[in-house]
Protein backbone atom coordinates (compact mmCIF):
# COMPACT_ATOMS: atom_id res chain seq x y z
CA UNK A 1 0.00 0.00 0.00
CA UNK A 2 1.63 3.83 -0.58
CA UNK A 3 2.71 5.44 1.81
CA UNK A 4 4.06 9.01 2.68
CA UNK A 5 7.71 8.61 4.50
CA UNK A 6 9.24 11.18 6.23
CA UNK A 7 12.96 11.41 7.29
CA UNK A 8 14.72 11.24 9.04
CA UNK A 9 12.64 10.09 11.97
CA UNK A 10 14.65 12.15 15.39
CA UNK A 11 16.35 15.45 14.07
CA UNK A 12 18.43 16.68 17.68
CA UNK A 13 19.58 20.62 16.87
CA UNK A 14 20.78 23.36 19.03
CA UNK A 15 18.77 26.25 19.42
CA UNK A 16 19.20 28.68 16.44
CA UNK A 17 20.53 26.41 13.81
CA UNK A 18 18.61 25.89 10.96
CA UNK A 19 16.74 22.07 9.95
CA UNK A 20 15.42 20.71 6.98
CA UNK A 21 12.33 17.78 7.69
CA UNK A 22 11.85 15.75 4.49
CA UNK A 23 8.60 14.46 3.15
CA UNK A 24 8.37 11.93 0.53
CA UNK A 25 4.33 11.87 -0.49
CA UNK A 26 1.80 9.14 -2.10
CA UNK A 27 2.98 9.51 -5.84
CA UNK A 28 -0.80 10.57 -7.25
CA UNK A 29 -1.59 12.97 -4.63
CA UNK A 30 -1.99 16.72 -5.65
CA UNK A 31 -2.48 18.31 -2.11
CA UNK A 32 0.26 18.25 0.59
CA UNK A 33 0.57 19.64 4.57
CA UNK A 34 2.49 19.52 7.34
CA UNK A 35 1.13 19.59 10.93
CA UNK A 36 3.11 19.52 14.39
CA UNK A 37 2.52 17.58 17.62
CA UNK A 38 4.16 19.02 20.70
CA UNK A 39 4.52 16.04 23.08
CA UNK A 40 0.82 15.80 25.32
CA UNK A 41 -1.02 18.11 22.78
CA UNK A 42 -3.28 18.03 20.35
CA UNK A 43 -2.09 17.85 16.76
CA UNK A 44 -1.86 21.11 15.07
CA UNK A 45 -2.05 22.63 11.18
CA UNK A 46 0.87 24.28 10.06
CA UNK A 47 0.50 24.64 6.08
CA UNK A 48 -1.00 23.37 3.09
CA UNK A 49 0.90 23.05 -0.51
CA UNK A 50 -1.26 22.93 -3.86
CA UNK A 51 0.24 23.30 -7.50
CA UNK A 52 3.59 24.70 -6.35
CA UNK A 53 2.36 27.26 -3.55
CA UNK A 54 1.23 27.54 -0.31
CA UNK A 55 -3.07 27.29 -0.30
CA UNK A 56 -2.76 28.14 3.82
CA UNK A 57 -0.88 28.49 6.31
CA UNK A 58 -1.90 28.85 10.22
CA UNK A 59 -0.49 31.47 13.10
CA UNK A 60 2.25 29.26 13.73
CA UNK A 61 3.91 29.56 10.42
CA UNK A 62 5.57 32.67 10.58
CA UNK A 63 8.45 34.03 8.77
CA UNK A 64 10.80 31.22 10.44
CA UNK A 65 9.29 28.58 8.51
CA UNK A 66 9.46 27.31 4.53
CA UNK A 67 7.99 24.78 2.38
CA UNK A 68 9.34 23.60 -0.76
CA UNK A 69 9.02 21.07 -3.37
CA UNK A 70 12.20 21.29 -4.98
CA UNK A 71 11.04 17.98 -7.19
CA UNK A 72 8.79 15.57 -8.60
CA UNK A 73 9.07 13.32 -5.32
CA UNK A 74 9.94 15.69 -2.71
CA UNK A 75 8.16 18.04 0.06
CA UNK A 76 10.32 20.07 2.63
CA UNK A 77 9.62 22.08 5.90
CA UNK A 78 12.64 24.22 6.85
CA UNK A 79 12.61 25.77 10.01
CA UNK A 80 15.21 28.44 9.42
CA UNK A 81 16.37 29.25 13.67
CA UNK A 82 15.14 26.38 15.81
CA UNK A 83 13.76 27.90 18.79
CA UNK A 84 13.00 25.32 21.89
CA UNK A 85 9.23 25.56 21.26
CA UNK A 86 10.14 23.96 17.97
CA UNK A 87 10.89 20.95 19.64
CA UNK A 88 7.78 18.55 18.59
CA UNK A 89 6.50 15.96 16.16
CA UNK A 90 6.14 16.97 13.03
CA UNK A 91 3.84 15.15 10.42
CA UNK A 92 3.68 15.27 6.72
CA UNK A 93 0.40 14.28 5.29
CA UNK A 94 -0.87 14.27 1.39
CA UNK A 95 -4.52 14.03 0.05
CA UNK A 96 -5.74 13.45 -3.58
CA UNK A 97 -7.88 16.24 -2.91
CA UNK A 98 -9.10 19.22 -0.63
CA UNK A 99 -11.85 17.58 2.19
CA UNK A 100 -10.60 13.89 2.03
CA UNK A 101 -8.54 13.76 4.78
CA UNK A 102 -4.77 13.12 4.42
CA UNK A 103 -2.57 10.38 4.61
CA UNK A 104 0.11 10.84 7.34
CA UNK A 105 3.58 10.18 7.45
CA UNK A 106 5.06 8.56 11.10
CA UNK A 107 6.44 11.99 11.54
CA UNK A 108 9.54 13.30 12.42
CA UNK A 109 10.36 13.86 16.02
CA UNK A 110 12.46 17.65 16.41
CA UNK A 111 14.44 17.97 19.95
CA UNK A 112 15.63 21.83 19.71
CA UNK A 113 18.48 21.73 22.36
CA UNK B 1 -11.23 30.59 17.41
CA UNK B 2 -12.19 27.54 16.66
CA UNK B 3 -12.28 24.38 18.79
CA UNK B 4 -13.22 21.05 17.91
CA UNK B 5 -13.96 19.33 21.70
CA UNK B 6 -14.19 15.38 22.60
CA UNK B 7 -15.14 13.66 24.84
CA UNK B 8 -14.88 11.50 26.81
CA UNK B 9 -10.87 12.17 26.97
CA UNK B 10 -9.74 8.99 28.39
CA UNK B 11 -11.94 5.31 28.03
CA UNK B 12 -11.47 2.15 29.21
CA UNK B 13 -13.41 -0.83 29.16
CA UNK B 14 -13.62 -4.18 28.50
CA UNK B 15 -13.23 -6.32 26.13
CA UNK B 16 -17.03 -6.54 23.87
CA UNK B 17 -18.39 -3.76 25.52
CA UNK B 18 -19.68 -0.82 23.29
CA UNK B 19 -18.98 2.79 22.93
CA UNK B 20 -19.17 6.04 21.79
CA UNK B 21 -16.74 9.03 20.92
CA UNK B 22 -18.16 12.43 20.73
CA UNK B 23 -16.65 15.38 18.79
CA UNK B 24 -17.94 18.83 19.31
CA UNK B 25 -17.82 22.40 17.88
CA UNK B 26 -19.86 25.61 17.55
CA UNK B 27 -18.45 25.20 14.19
CA UNK B 28 -19.49 24.26 10.77
CA UNK B 29 -17.29 22.11 8.95
CA UNK B 30 -17.17 20.92 5.21
CA UNK B 31 -16.29 17.75 5.96
CA UNK B 32 -14.41 15.89 9.08
CA UNK B 33 -12.10 13.05 9.53
CA UNK B 34 -11.50 10.41 12.09
CA UNK B 35 -8.31 9.36 12.76
CA UNK B 36 -6.41 6.36 14.64
CA UNK B 37 -3.18 7.14 16.37
CA UNK B 38 -0.45 4.86 17.78
CA UNK B 39 2.00 6.41 20.49
CA UNK B 40 5.26 7.39 17.97
CA UNK B 41 3.41 7.22 14.98
CA UNK B 42 1.22 9.01 12.90
CA UNK B 43 -2.56 9.38 12.64
CA UNK B 44 -4.28 6.87 10.02
CA UNK B 45 -7.33 7.93 8.48
CA UNK B 46 -10.22 5.92 9.53
CA UNK B 47 -13.11 7.79 7.46
CA UNK B 48 -14.64 11.45 6.04
CA UNK B 49 -18.28 12.18 6.25
CA UNK B 50 -18.98 15.38 4.42
CA UNK B 51 -22.82 15.69 4.21
CA UNK B 52 -24.91 16.62 7.10
CA UNK B 53 -26.44 13.19 9.10
CA UNK B 54 -24.39 10.84 7.08
CA UNK B 55 -23.55 8.03 8.36
CA UNK B 56 -20.62 5.58 7.54
CA UNK B 57 -20.12 2.24 8.87
CA UNK B 58 -16.46 0.42 8.71
CA UNK B 59 -16.67 -2.79 9.87
CA UNK B 60 -17.51 -2.58 13.90
CA UNK B 61 -16.90 1.46 13.63
CA UNK B 62 -20.30 3.62 12.53
CA UNK B 63 -19.22 7.41 12.01
CA UNK B 64 -21.72 10.38 12.18
CA UNK B 65 -21.82 13.78 10.79
CA UNK B 66 -24.29 15.91 12.57
CA UNK B 67 -27.28 17.46 10.78
CA UNK B 68 -25.69 20.65 10.94
CA UNK B 69 -22.11 19.18 9.93
CA UNK B 70 -21.16 21.07 13.53
CA UNK B 71 -20.53 17.61 15.18
CA UNK B 72 -19.77 13.78 14.79
CA UNK B 73 -19.96 10.77 16.53
CA UNK B 74 -17.65 7.47 16.56
CA UNK B 75 -19.91 4.26 18.16
CA UNK B 76 -17.21 1.16 18.50
CA UNK B 77 -19.32 -2.35 18.89
CA UNK B 78 -17.90 -5.01 20.57
CA UNK B 79 -14.56 -3.47 21.58
CA UNK B 80 -11.72 -5.72 21.15
CA UNK B 81 -7.77 -5.23 22.30
CA UNK B 82 -6.57 -4.46 18.72
CA UNK B 83 -9.13 -0.72 19.08
CA UNK B 84 -6.77 0.36 21.82
CA UNK B 85 -5.50 3.85 20.69
CA UNK B 86 -6.17 7.42 20.62
CA UNK B 87 -8.70 8.29 18.43
CA UNK B 88 -8.80 12.01 16.49
CA UNK B 89 -11.25 13.73 14.60
CA UNK B 90 -10.70 16.64 11.99
CA UNK B 91 -12.70 19.24 10.35
CA UNK B 92 -12.29 20.83 7.21
CA UNK B 93 -13.87 24.59 7.62
CA UNK B 94 -14.11 26.87 4.35
CA UNK B 95 -14.47 30.76 4.26
CA UNK B 96 -16.16 32.73 2.14
CA UNK B 97 -12.84 34.23 1.63
CA UNK B 98 -11.89 31.17 -0.10
CA UNK B 99 -9.27 30.51 2.30
CA UNK B 100 -9.30 26.91 4.33
CA UNK B 101 -8.22 25.73 7.91
CA UNK B 102 -7.65 22.14 9.25
CA UNK B 103 -8.59 21.68 13.34
CA UNK B 104 -7.52 18.81 15.12
CA UNK B 105 -9.99 17.68 17.79
CA UNK B 106 -8.83 17.02 21.71
CA UNK B 107 -8.58 13.19 20.84
CA UNK B 108 -9.47 10.51 23.14
CA UNK B 109 -7.74 7.51 24.31
CA UNK B 110 -9.30 4.17 24.54
CA UNK B 111 -7.60 1.03 26.46
CA UNK B 112 -9.67 -1.42 25.97
CA UNK B 113 -9.11 -4.36 29.06
CA UNK B 114 -8.63 -8.32 28.09
Known amino acids: EPEVTQTPSHQVTQMGQEVILRCVPISNHLYFYWYRQILGQKVEFLVS????????KSEIFDDQFSVERPDGSNFTLKIRSTKLEDSAMYFC???????????FGAGTRLSVL | TQLLEQSPQFLSIQEGENLTVYCNSS?????LQWYRQEPGEGPVLLVTVVTGGEVKKLKRLTFQFGDARKDSSLHITAAQTGDTGLYLCAGEAFFTSGTYKYIFGTGTRLKVLA
Open chain 2, 27 to 31: SVFSS
Open chain 1, 93 to 103: ASSNSPGQGGY
Open chain 1, 49 to 56: FYNNEISE
